[in-house]
């Protein structure tokens, strides 16, 4: 009997303390909440800080803008093509609409500058520009991309021979190309606007230190399809996890699109015939256009750079603009999300450079932790509403009325009655 | 004691806290540094040889080939073609949606109707000005003023014209005097010869009534002697002897043989001898009258002339008498010249009024005129217009009017058309024209000669040759425009080409790695890091220098910039993160990678 009664009343005694530590728990609810919004938030804002800084890319006009009053938007646009040989092929004109052509850059440049003229302040663009702080206008790029087999040279016995051989990506650029992609330099630089000389290249980190186990490459010399490029400078990768998935990591070379004819097999549109081999050059295709335009009133960059293009219409775009300024806001991913399921750009099959699928990739993970500091705010407004109403419960009722015994207190005045009696 | 423990137990807790985080913080010093400390690579700049291409780019221009344009009004249906397509002359281009009646028409009808509506309108007006009450004012002032300048005359000549009029006065009067006597005289004279007149005329009428009573008693008329002597006067020399009354005339008695005549030469013994007698003495009498009758003509005639010269006398002393009255009533010398003055004015003011009315009656004309010139040119116009729209209205497609390549769409459906809009160009299939012009420096251009093969070092065109080579308009001294020919049927117009004259290397003070030199919208920078010593360490943060190129071959860079002459500038040649001016920067370890 008195085992069952020891054990009811330790039964009563625990299920009492249990009682109150569940009250005391629920009480905590509200502290706790903050506790993990702020985490949440917190981990979400690093997150997308770190995400955003490591796309410059994407924030090129603010860079651009500098320091003057008329601000710039950064603007790209995608194109389709034909390659003969999959990857290992430059796109080349596909007709009805679909690529832009070489010619069409001229016809971009000429929109580009009327916009320019007319709707802004900035002055024509100075291709030849060195001197001088007047305000300059819009500035372009453009590049396709394609796979090829480059063979490093080496200089052996004084003669040269192919010290090592890589299949890496090339990436075929004109214009101003090196002010949209702020590269890291390891070493020498990237193509000047004006060529210094066709058959020149850089590489990248990946390559370069496959080929040579250095960065310090300049003045170095590779083949492509038999056609000779000295190295003038190696850039460096980024090494993320998006950069990863987005193929950065890959060996990479940068080439003038002018180099293109004479490194690919001049056969398109030509037949091939035993006796007699009539080349004729290929139309490639620009795969990636990219213009930073000043923008006087926003919004209006958007549509001077859309009305510039050739083959573009709001009801049948069949190219792929994009506005890579402010792509990385709140609005603007979440826009690119929603609704979910498969985009305009999965849908239509653009081919996408490696710089845009990170970009892509990026405002994909942007979305997430956008959500999770969206929770992580929500579970913080929680939290305080909580703790307001437990405040205005408490002073709604009696001092004491709501008193939990606390044991600890017990204790203690209990302790204190007995020091009193002795 | 229970409650000092809890506090000192949360006081340890506390402590412990502090202690773990800032082992922490220490702990991850470092990430915490590289987070939000870019790490730089610098360099020093350096004197270096530098070679480089006198490289050039330009776009193709096709210069044979055929601008499309559009159609007042119109509006874009369908564009049959896209970019590269190939057609024939005559092949539709685009088609124009159609029109009935545009709106644009029948506004140009409104105003055609209603512009020749007001040159009707005006055509009936009749615009001219009339002057006549502005030279009925000149005129009236001018005679004011004629006015006003006699009296200024008179009373600037008042005292002459006073003496002058008095001495008249003096004259003249002594004249009158003088043909007041004449005058009395003579009319004295008239009336004594009236009185003799009528005398002879009473002596007369007695002996006529004589001649009379012997008619009525049968005396004979006598006849007149042709040889009557002429010597005797009877009438002065013989007295007056009437005829007795009741004596009659007796005839004269035929031819005697000696008749003895009296004084008179009369025959006493005639029967007429007393009819004769008295109607010779009645001769005498009428002789006499007829004397004394032309003496009274010339007396009369002395008095009437007299009578005019003293009423011509007393008239100038009138009218004497009357300008020196009237020069009294002459207004001042100051008073006269004021209203000649005014007069003036008035004079001048009615002439400029006129001249004023007729200037702006000619810029009324004139504007009318400009206005009818400009309404006629504009219906001129309109109806041109018209014309053009009623005919382009029937067209409904813009065809190709030679054949080649589609170039430059710059239509879509649904855009309006004007005349001037540009549609496309078309550019020959085959024998294309096509050119480029390139920049360079004057020292560059000096190895390119005309008819020379520049090198292609982008593009995809067969050959570029030199046309012509002469100075840039803008920069004629420093740069020439070098226009070429390109070779191949490929070319297209706006293709950007870059070619190559030559190469060259020179010595420069300041060459960087490229990878230094950045660029954004104020030109090309570099960043300059500049050190400094405190007590937690070396503080590095970056200058931005705004640079100008030089030259590159792509690898380096001569750069010409601001404080970069000096030995120890150290310039970044790679950094982890876009820098911004002033920014705290950390180096970094060369080696490490």
Redesign the interface.
């Known amino acids: 009997m008195r085992f069952i009664d020891k054990t009811k009343e330790l039964w009563n005694l625990e299920k009492g303390n249990a009682k109150r530590n569940l009250l005391k728990l629920i009480l905590a609810v509200p502290f706790w909440l903050i506790v993990i919004a702020l985490f949440l938030m917190a981990f979400g804002i690093a997150r997308a800080v770190y995400l955003i800084?490591t796309r410059?890319d994407q924030?090129i006009a603010e860079?651009?803008?500098?320091?003057?009053d008329?601000a710039?938007r950064h603007m790209s646009v995608f194109a389709g093509g034909i390659r003969a040989q999959g990857d290992t092929s430059p796109m080349t004109?596909q007709?009805?609409?679909k690529s832009i052509?070489?010619?069409?850059?001229?016809?971009i440049r000429?929109a580009l500058q009327t916009a320019a003229d007319t709707g802004s302040a900035a002055g024509s663009k100075n291709?030849?520009?060195?001197?001088?702080?007047q305000?300059?206008g819009w500035e372009d790029c453009y590049s396709s991309t394609f796979k090829a087999t480059v063979e490093a040279l080496d200089v052996v016995d004084g003669l040269e021979v192919t010290s090592g051989k890589s299949d890496a990506q090339l990436v075929a650029v004109?214009g101003?190309y090196?002010?949209f992609h702020?590269?890291?330099?390891?070493?020498?630089?990237?193509?000047?606007e004006?060529?210094?000389?066709?058959n020149?290249i850089v590489l990248n980190d990946v390559l370069a230190w496959k080929f040579y186990h250095s960065?310090d490459v300049?003045?170095n010399r590779v083949m492509i399809n038999g056609q000779m490029f000295t190295v003038?400078?190696v850039v460096e990768e980024r090494t993320t996890k998006v950069a990863e998935l987005a193929g950065e990591q890959e060996p990479r070379a940068f080439i003038?699109?002018?180099?293109l004819?004479s490194i690919c097999s001049t056969t398109a549109g030509g037949e091939d015939d035993a006796d007699n081999t009539i080349n004729?050059?290929?139309?490639?295709a620009i795969q990636c256009y990219e213009a930073i335009l000043p923008e006087l009133v926003k919004g209006v960059g958007v549509t001077d750079f859309k009305n510039a293009m050739?083959?573009y219409?709001l009801s049948n775009p069949q190219l792929y603009v994009s506005n890579n300024t402010g792509r990385f806001g709140v609005t603007r991913v979440f826009d690119t999300v929603f609704p979910l399921g498969e985009t305009d750009r999965e849908r239509l099959g653009y081919e996408f450079p490696y710089w845009e699928r990170a970009a892509q990739l990026t405002e994909d993970r942007l979305f997430y932790d956008y959500t999770i500091t969206g929770l992580g705010i929500i579970l913080l407004l929680i939290g305080f509403s909580m703790i307001g109403l437990k405040f205005r419960a408490k002073m709604a009722v009696k001092p004491g009325e709501l008193e939990v015994p606390d044991a600890?207190d017990a204790?203690?005045k209990e302790?204190k009655e007995l020091m009193l009696k002795e | 004691?229970?409650?000092g423990s809890?506090r000192r137990s949360r006081v340890v807790k506390a402590m412990v806290a502090f202690v773990a985080v800032l082992a922490l913080l220490t702990f991850f010093s470092n990430t915490l540094m590289n987070l939000t400390i870019p790490k730089v690579m610098g360099a020093y700049a350096s004197r270096g040889n530098l070679s480089?291409?006198n490289?050039?780019?330009g776009?193709?221009t096709v210069e044979n080939q055929t601008e499309v344009k559009g159609l007042e009004g119109r509006t874009v249906d369908q564009v049959k073609v896209?970019?590269?397509d190939t057609v024939q002359a005559g092949d539709t281009i685009l088609t124009l949606k159609p029109i009935e009646e545009s709106e644009d028409l029948q506004s140009k009808r409104d105003r055609l109707k209603q512009l020749e509506r007001d040159a009707e309108y005006d055509s009936r007006t009749d615009n001219s000005t009339d002057f006549t009450s502005y030279y009925d004012s000149i005129n009236m002032a001018k005679a004011t003023l004629s006015d006003a300048e006699d009296t200024l005359y008179a009373v600037q000549n008042k005292d002459a014209v006073e003496e002058e009029n008095k001495q008249i006065i003096n004259e003249e009067s002594v004249k009158e005097v003088s043909l007041k006597a004449t005058v009395t005289e003579a009319a004295k004279t008239v009336e004594d010869i009236q009185k003799q007149i009528d005398a002879i005329d009473a002596s007369i009428a007695p002996l006529q009534a004589q001649i009379d009573v012997y008619t009525a008693l049968g005396t004979p008329t006598p006849t007149p002697r042709p040889d009557a002597p002429e010597t005797t006067e009877p009438a002065a020399t013989e007295p007056e002897t009437p005829v007795p009354e009741g004596a009659t005339a007796t005839p004269t008695p035929s031819p005697s043989p000696a008749p003895v005549y009296d004084e008179d030469g009369l025959d006493p013994t005639s029967p007429t001898y007393e009819m004769e007698k008295l109607m010779l003495k009645i001769r005498q009498y009428e002789d006499q009258k007829t004397a004394l009758q032309s003496q009274l003509e010339s007396a009369q005639t002395r008095l009437d002339e007299a009578s005019a010269e003293l009423a011509e006398c007393q008239g100038k002393i009138k009218d004497a008498q009357a300008e020196i009255d009237a020069l009294k009533q002459l207004p001042s010398e100051a008073a006269a010249q004021n209203a000649v003055t005014t007069a003036r004015n008035a004079v001048n003011t009615a002439q400029k009024a006129l001249s004023d009315a007729q200037t702006a009656a000619g810029i009324t004309e004139d504007k009318a005129r400009d206005t009818a010139e400009d309404r006629d040119e504009e219906i001129a116009k309109l109806k041109k217009q018209i014309e053009e729209l009623e005919k382009q209205a029937k067209v409904t497609e813009i065809k190709a009017p030679v054949g080649g390549y589609i170039?430059?769409?710059a239509v879509?459906s649904g855009d309006a058309l004007t005349a001037k809009t540009f549609v496309t160009y078309i550019i020959p299939e085959t024998d294309r024209v096509c050119s480029v012009s390139f920049?360079f420096s004057s020292q560059a251009a000096q190895s390119i000669r005309v008819g020379m093969d520049l090198e292609i070092?982008?593009?995809?065109i067969q050959g570029c040759t030199v046309q012509s080579i002469k100075p840039d308009p803008d920069n004629p001294r420093a740069n020439k425009i070098v226009k070429c020919m390109v070779a191949g049927n490929?070319a297209?117009?706006?293709?950007?080409?870059?070619v190559n004259a030559g190469r060259g290397n020179d010595n420069y003070k300041c060459v960087v790695?490229?990878?230094a030199?950045s660029?954004?919208?104020?030109?090309h920078f570099i960043y300059v890091i500049v050190g400094s010593s405190t007590p937690l360490g070396d503080k590095y943060t970056v200058k931005r220098v705004?640079v100008?190129?030089e030259a590159?071959?792509?690898?380096?860079?001569a750069i010409k910039g601001e404080g970069l002459d000096k030995y120890d500038v150290m310039i970044v040649?790679?950094?982890?993160?876009?820098l911004e001016d002033g920014q705290r920067v950390r180096l970094e370890d060369y080696t490490s990678?």
């Not at chain 1, 052509?101 to 016809?107: E, G, T, V």
């Not at chain 1, 702020?182 to 000047?192: D, E, H, I, K, V």
């Open positions: 800084d410059p924030q860079a651009w803008q500098s320091n003057s008329t710039f004109y007709e009805g609409g052509h070489l010619a069409d850059i001229a016809l000429t291709i030849q520009y060195t001197e001088g702080k305000l300059r004109g101003n090196k002010a702020p590269f890291r330099y390891l070493s020498g630089g990237f193509l000047p004006t060529p210094v000389d066709t020149q960065y300049v003045g003038i400078g003038y699109f002018g180099a004819g004729v050059p290929a139309d490639y050739p083959n219409s600890e204790a203690e302790e | 004691m229970a409650k809890a480089y291409s490289s050039a780019r776009t193709i896209t970019n590269y170039y430059n769409i879509a920049k070092t982008s593009g995809f490929d297209w117009p706006g293709e950007e080409i870059t790695p490229s990878s030199v660029e954004d919208n104020n030109g705004d100008s190129i590159t071959d792509g690898a380096a860079t040649v790679r950094a982890e993160k876009p990678k």
